[in-house]
């Protein structure tokens, strides 16, 4: 039986090879616009014809335009005929007027041949792969001749873990290269902790792992590492550079800003593997989701949308806040394009993609999804959200029962203005008049018979103007007046001599008009009145029950008190709805055509029953027919395991971009992560660390280095540095010191001194006393203008824009950081200290301290090294033992021989292989 089966499967061979060889010598193949054509014109005609200029009126960018007569009358490109076509004509003269590209390097015969072939062949236009649909493709089978055509497993058959092999196996194969064997088992089980925690493993958890014989032990860790809290922690610190995290404003004054919340909402949504999709909406548009009993969106989601409040607030004085408002739009539309698009969209604001083919316009069409946000670059960041507590929290029951007792469909809008105090108008957009100027950044300020004008205000249905006023003079009066300067009063009030949320009745009135406000303040004329904002409001329900001046006292009191807050989206609706317009040449203050919400025509479009707002962006960019999110998002944590992408630029998939080295294996996995894993990134992440792939060792050979210096082809494991954030969490957790406590407010752990400069606020580096010194990376306080200094040398970003990709560096200064740093100073102390417990002698004392910290015997002309530091470290602090105090600032004991063993230990976490993922 055996032996008719291997009869066939020979038989099988020889068709496959006939065909080959039949098909191979049946002509030459057709010239592909993307890989052949679209390079040539990028490289060569783009500058001058494309989306930044239309030399002569001819453009590449778009189909119609290369088919289109320029300026001189002549087609660029008539399908069919080369000879005929302007381009080619022009390329070839040799008059220097005339001959393209003009002062640029000619094209070779090579590019010219490709060229006029697909001219020829009918210039057949493409889609870049990357703006396709995602179609799944045919894993390659690993059938062969040497295994029976799947009948023995054996060989590449065998060494396949999953489908990511077959892929690797078959890329490899093209380039003449053999997969590397599994590695060790300490190596491994390190690198997968680093990879899915960011933790190194304990030593237990090295000695069980190398001591499971059972077959799925492996798979016993992976879950494990899954499971774990720091797995949540690991995967927020790549998110954050993604989110533009930071604990300040940014900008000059940068000062400090509570976004905590969101940074611990990522961390919660990592560790429950929340869906890829959900956390996506949740983050753009969290405030149109779902509503609780109270007609208010959830806490969490209204905390994940600090996503797109993590853009800077500029506090700079006699800055436009419509300036730095728009900045931030742009800023979001932007960072949402890099994040879950992985295209340049950032060029598009001053003119077409020079590139790719989206128009200027589109730019435009794509931010008016956020432009209708209420933050307007004022100095305290509204809208915020509040989180009351105590007594305050009771007041805020004690409202929302009376409304649900005298008029509950109210509920939702006073619900809505404790929480986030919208709607209202800040002061800053006041027409100032007499005796007016700007308080602190972003407030109106009024003096004794000053003025100032609120423009188009729609008072239909308000009973009630809530304002929030402060000043120093005693008996001022406010006065509203309808319309025009000395028009019908139609509220007045005793301006408190306190800072302060008042409730006063208003005059009804219907319809928009123009209110002037006047200020009376004969006592203290000089004296500012400050108004942060106001807001037209309905009265609260029930005003004719003796309760009530209490449960208005109440409400005005939780809006009064200074609560925990942070910043997060709201979306105006209405009368604070805003227009968009295109911006001439990307200019804010010229504008042009005015534009609705829309997505490029490039991508699938928006379906016809999804609302024109970010919750309908937001759902079209985790849709299926969306070509890039999923791309791009697997492509980011590939590049996260392996240190490349498979697309190499992991923020740019557009035809600048790299080529993806494995585009079938792309495709399969982002197929894989929407389909079968519904957008889990825990079941991602599990299928690559499972491929025998990711187990190879990072040991090489000639072969391998000649034919894949590089690695791309992944004919071995990922040999990659740690991040700045691993590099500290790996020496606090090898020496004992990490702690493990989770969220909160931003931590200061030990830096060197004089690193913040905060000349407005006066804020300083306050050392954290107790575990708090040392909690994970991902905890530390984010200062943008002077982030973490030690981080920072390991290429962490400052945050005040997205960055996709950490570029490695190798610099002297990362060495002077392990070795100076006040942080690492502590952790090769208490190392040395438990080295010191591991055994009698120094060579026992060392070899033991790089096993903590490899997990790897050490070779003796390593241990040599070691020993002869420790020697001469010895020799110094035996001779001056006075020296031992300043190398020994942490513990109790000073001995020589501990400083001898601290500075060797110190050597140690400089070592590259411990800093190394390998």
Request: charged share 25%; hydrophobic share 35%.
């Given at each position: 039986m055996v032996s008719n089966k291997i009869f066939i499967g020979a038989g099988a061979l020889i068709v496959v090879i006939s065909s080959f060889f039949w098909l191979s010598g049946s002509g030459s193949s057709a010239v592909d616009y993307n890989t052949d054509v679209k390079p040539i014109l990028n490289k060569h005609c783009m500058g001058c014809h494309g989306g930044v200029k239309k030399a002569g009126d001819v453009s590449f960018l778009f189909e119609h335009e290369m088919l289109e007569p320029g300026k001189s009358g002549k087609i660029p490109v008539v399908r069919g005929d080369a000879d005929a076509s302007e381009m080619i004509r022009r390329i070839l003269s040799d008059d220097p007027d005339e001959k393209m590209p003009k002062n640029g390097t000619p094209l070779n015969e090579q590019e010219v041949d490709i060229l006029k072939k697909w001219i020829n062949e009918g210039a057949e236009w493409e889609t870049h792969w990357s703006y396709k649909k995602i179609e799944k493709p045919e894993v390659p089978s690993l059938n062969s001749f040497s295994n029976l055509f799947g009948l023995l497993n054996t060989g590449d058959k065998k060494w396949a873990t999953n489908e990511i092999d077959h892929f690797i196996l078959d890329k490899l194969k093209s380039k003449d290269l053999q997969v590397s064997p599994e590695a060790d088992r300490a190596t491994?089980?390190?690198?997968?902790?680093?990879?899915?925690?960011?933790?190194?493993?304990?030593?237990?958890?090295?000695?069980?792992?190398?001591?499971?014989?059972?077959?799925?032990?492996?798979?016993?860790?992976?879950?494990?590492?899954?499971?774990?809290?720091?797995?949540?922690?690991?995967?927020?610190?790549?998110?954050?550079?993604?989110?533009?995290?930071?604990?300040?404003?940014?900008?000059?004054?940068?000062?400090?800003?509570?976004?905590?919340?969101?940074?611990?909402?990522?961390?919660?949504?990592?560790?429950?593997?929340?869906?890829?999709?959900?956390?996506?909406?949740?983050?753009?548009?969290?405030?149109?989701?779902?509503?609780?009993?109270?007609?208010?969106?959830?806490?969490?989601?209204?905390?994940?949308?600090?996503?797109?409040?993590?853009?800077?607030?500029?506090?700079?004085?006699?800055?436009?806040?419509?300036?730095?408002?728009?900045?931030?739009?742009?800023?979001?539309?932007?960072?949402?394009?890099?994040?879950?698009?992985?295209?340049?969209?950032?060029?598009?604001?001053?003119?077409?993609?020079?590139?790719?083919?989206?128009?200027?316009?589109?730019?435009?069409?794509?931010?008016?999804?956020?432009?209708?946000?209420?933050?307007?670059?004022?100095?305290?960041?509204?809208?915020?959200?509040?989180?009351?507590?105590?007594?305050?929290?009771?007041?805020?029951?004690?409202?929302?029962?009376?409304?649900?007792?005298?008029?509950?469909e109210q509920l939702p809008e006073v619900t809505q203005f404790m929480k986030v105090m919208e709607p209202k108008i800040n002061a800053h957009n006041f027409v100032k008049g007499d005796q007016s100027t700007v308080l602190t950044i972003s407030y109106y300020g009024v003096k004794n018979n000053g003025n100032a004008r609120i423009s188009q205000v729609n008072l239909t249905g308000a009973d009630n103007v809530v304002m929030n006023i402060a000043t120093k003079a005693e008996n001022a009066v406010l006065s509203l007046h309808l319309d025009k300067l000395d028009g019908p009063v139609i509220s007045e009030t005793k301006v408190p001599v306190r800072d302060s949320v008042i409730i006063a009745p208003l005059v009804k009135t219907l319809g928009k008009h123009d209110i002037y406000l006047t200020l009376k303040s004969p006592k203290a004329p000089e004296e500012w009145v400050r108004i942060t904002w106001i807001s037209f409001q309905k009265a609260l329900p029930g005003s004719d029950k003796p309760e009530y001046k209490d449960i208005l006292a109440d409400y005005a009191t939780v809006l009064t008190r200074q609560t925990e807050s942070m910043p997060v989206i709201w979306e105006g609706k209405g009368d604070f709805a805003r227009k968009t317009h295109v911006f001439v040449r990307g200019n804010w203050m010229v504008k042009g055509a005015e534009v609705k919400p829309d997505v490029p025509k490039l991508l699938a479009p928006l379906p016809g029953d999804a609302p024109r707002d970010r919750l309908g962006l937001a759902k079209w960019i985790v849709s299926r027919d969306?070509?890039?999110?999923?791309?791009?998002?697997?492509?980011?944590?590939?590049?996260?395991?392996?240190?490349?992408?498979?697309?190499?630029?992991?923020?740019?998939?557009?035809?600048?971009?790299?080529?993806?080295?494995?585009?079938?294996?792309?495709?399969?996995?982002?197929?894989?992560?929407?389909?079968?894993?519904?957008?889990?990134?825990?079941?991602?992440?599990?299928?690559?660390?499972?491929?025998?792939?990711?187990?190879?060792?990072?040991?090489?050979?000639?072969?391998?280095?000649?034919?894949?210096?590089?690695?791309?082809?992944?004919?071995?494991?990922?040999?990659?540095?740690?991040?700045?954030?691993?590099?500290?969490?790996?020496?606090?957790?090898?020496?004992?010191?990490?702690?493990?406590?989770?969220?909160?407010?931003?931590?200061?752990?030990?830096?060197?001194?004089?690193?913040?400069?905060?000349?407005?606020?006066?804020?300083?580096?306050?050392?954290?006393?107790?575990?708090?010194?040392?909690?994970?990376?991902?905890?530390?306080?984010?200062?943008?203008?002077?982030?973490?200094?030690?981080?920072?040398?390991?290429?962490?970003?400052?945050?005040?824009?997205?960055?996709?990709?950490?570029?490695?560096?190798?610099?002297?200064?990362?060495?002077?950081?392990?070795?100076?740093?006040?942080?690492?100073?502590?952790?090769?102390?208490?190392?040395?200290?438990?080295?010191?417990?591991?055994?009698?002698?120094?060579?026992?004392?060392?070899?033991?301290?790089?096993?903590?910290?490899?997990?790897?015997?050490?070779?003796?002309?390593?241990?040599?090294?070691?020993?002869?530091?420790?020697?001469?470290?010895?020799?110094?602090?035996?001779?001056?033992?006075?020296?031992?105090?300043?190398?020994?600032?942490?513990?109790?004991?000073?001995?020589?021989?501990?400083?001898?063993?601290?500075?060797?230990?110190?050597?140690?976490?400089?070592?590259?292989?411990?800093?190394?993922?390998?």
């Amino acid at each position: 039986m055996v032996s008719n089966k291997i009869f066939i499967g020979a038989g099988a061979l020889i068709v496959v090879i006939s065909s080959f060889f039949w098909l191979s010598g049946s002509g030459s193949s057709a010239v592909d616009y993307n890989t052949d054509v679209k390079p040539i014109l990028n490289k060569h005609c783009m500058g001058c014809h494309g989306g930044v200029k239309k030399a002569g009126d001819v453009s590449f960018l778009f189909e119609h335009e290369m088919l289109e007569p320029g300026k001189s009358g002549k087609i660029p490109v008539v399908r069919g005929d080369a000879d005929a076509s302007e381009m080619i004509r022009r390329i070839l003269s040799d008059d220097p007027d005339e001959k393209m590209p003009k002062n640029g390097t000619p094209l070779n015969e090579q590019e010219v041949d490709i060229l006029k072939k697909w001219i020829n062949e009918g210039a057949e236009w493409e889609t870049h792969w990357s703006y396709k649909k995602i179609e799944k493709p045919e894993v390659p089978s690993l059938n062969s001749f040497s295994n029976l055509f799947g009948l023995l497993n054996t060989g590449d058959k065998k060494w396949a873990t999953n489908e990511i092999d077959h892929f690797i196996l078959d890329k490899l194969k093209s380039k003449d290269l053999q997969v590397s064997p599994e590695a060790d088992r300490a190596t491994l089980i390190r690198r997968v902790s680093l990879d899915l925690t960011g933790l190194p493993p304990t030593e237990k958890q090295v000695a069980d792992f190398v001591n499971d014989k059972s077959e799925n032990a492996y798979e016993k860790v992976v879950d494990r590492l899954l499971q774990s809290p720091g797995y949540g922690e690991r995967w927020t610190s790549m998110w954050m550079d993604l989110a533009r995290y930071a604990d300040t404003k940014g900008y000059e004054s940068d000062g400090g800003r509570s976004m905590w919340r969101y940074r611990d909402y990522v961390v919660k949504s990592f560790n429950q593997d929340k869906p890829f999709d959900q956390f996506t909406i949740e983050q753009l548009a969290g405030d149109l989701l779902q509503k609780d009993k109270d007609g208010f969106p959830l806490e969490d989601n209204m905390i994940a949308t600090g996503y797109h409040r993590n853009t800077m607030t500029n506090n700079e004085g006699g800055t436009d806040d419509e300036e730095f408002r728009t900045a931030a739009q742009i800023d979001r539309v932007n960072t949402t394009w890099e994040v879950w698009q992985g295209t340049t969209f950032a060029c598009i604001q001053c003119h077409s993609h020079p590139y790719d083919p989206i128009p200027h316009e589109d730019y435009y069409k794509y931010m008016a999804f956020f432009n209708n946000t209420r933050d307007e670059d004022v100095w305290d960041e509204w809208p915020k959200m509040r989180f009351y507590k105590g007594e305050d929290s009771m007041r805020v029951e004690r409202v929302k029962s009376w409304i649900r007792q005298n008029k509950p469909e109210q509920l939702p809008e006073v619900t809505q203005f404790m929480k986030v105090m919208e709607p209202k108008i800040n002061a800053h957009n006041f027409v100032k008049g007499d005796q007016s100027t700007v308080l602190t950044i972003s407030y109106y300020g009024v003096k004794n018979n000053g003025n100032a004008r609120i423009s188009q205000v729609n008072l239909t249905g308000a009973d009630n103007v809530v304002m929030n006023i402060a000043t120093k003079a005693e008996n001022a009066v406010l006065s509203l007046h309808l319309d025009k300067l000395d028009g019908p009063v139609i509220s007045e009030t005793k301006v408190p001599v306190r800072d302060s949320v008042i409730i006063a009745p208003l005059v009804k009135t219907l319809g928009k008009h123009d209110i002037y406000l006047t200020l009376k303040s004969p006592k203290a004329p000089e004296e500012w009145v400050r108004i942060t904002w106001i807001s037209f409001q309905k009265a609260l329900p029930g005003s004719d029950k003796p309760e009530y001046k209490d449960i208005l006292a109440d409400y005005a009191t939780v809006l009064t008190r200074q609560t925990e807050s942070m910043p997060v989206i709201w979306e105006g609706k209405g009368d604070f709805a805003r227009k968009t317009h295109v911006f001439v040449r990307g200019n804010w203050m010229v504008k042009g055509a005015e534009v609705k919400p829309d997505v490029p025509k490039l991508l699938a479009p928006l379906p016809g029953d999804a609302p024109r707002d970010r919750l309908g962006l937001a759902k079209w960019i985790v849709s299926r027919d969306n070509a890039l999110t999923s791309r791009v998002i697997v492509n980011r944590f590939w590049e996260q395991l392996f240190g490349k992408g498979i697309v190499e630029t992991v923020e740019d998939f557009g035809s600048q971009g790299a080529e993806p080295t494995h585009p079938e294996l792309l495709d399969w996995l982002a197929v894989k992560f929407m389909e079968d894993d519904q957008w889990s990134i825990k079941k991602l992440l599990k299928t690559i660390v499972m491929s025998s792939t990711y187990r190879q060792s990072s040991k090489t050979d000639e072969d391998k280095l000649e034919k894949d210096p590089y690695n791309i082809w992944i004919s071995r494991g990922p040999r990659v540095r740690l991040s700045a954030e691993q590099v500290r969490d790996q020496a606090l957790a090898c020496s004992g010191l990490i702690s493990d406590k989770m969220y909160g407010p931003g931590v200061m752990p030990p830096q060197p001194d004089k690193i913040w400069q905060s000349p407005y606020s006066g804020e300083k580096w306050v050392l954290s006393e107790g575990e708090d010194k040392y909690r994970r990376g991902v905890y530390t306080y984010w200062k943008r203008t002077a982030p973490y200094p030690s981080m920072v040398t390991f290429d962490a970003p400052s945050r005040e824009f997205c960055q996709s990709r950490r570029i490695l560096t190798n610099t002297p200064l990362q060495a002077l950081v392990t070795l100076n740093d006040p942080v690492y100073l502590e952790a090769a102390e208490s190392l040395a200290g438990k080295m010191q417990k591991r055994g009698k002698t120094p060579e026992q004392q060392l070899a033991e301290g790089y096993r903590m910290l490899t997990f790897q015997p050490i070779e003796q002309k390593n241990l040599d090294v070691l020993v002869k530091v420790y020697k001469q470290a010895l020799n110094a602090y035996k001779t001056k033992p006075v020296d031992a105090d300043s190398i020994l600032a942490y513990g109790k004991e000073r001995t020589p021989e501990l400083a001898a063993l601290t500075i060797s230990a110190n050597v140690m976490l400089n070592l590259d292989n411990v800093i190394t993922k390998e």
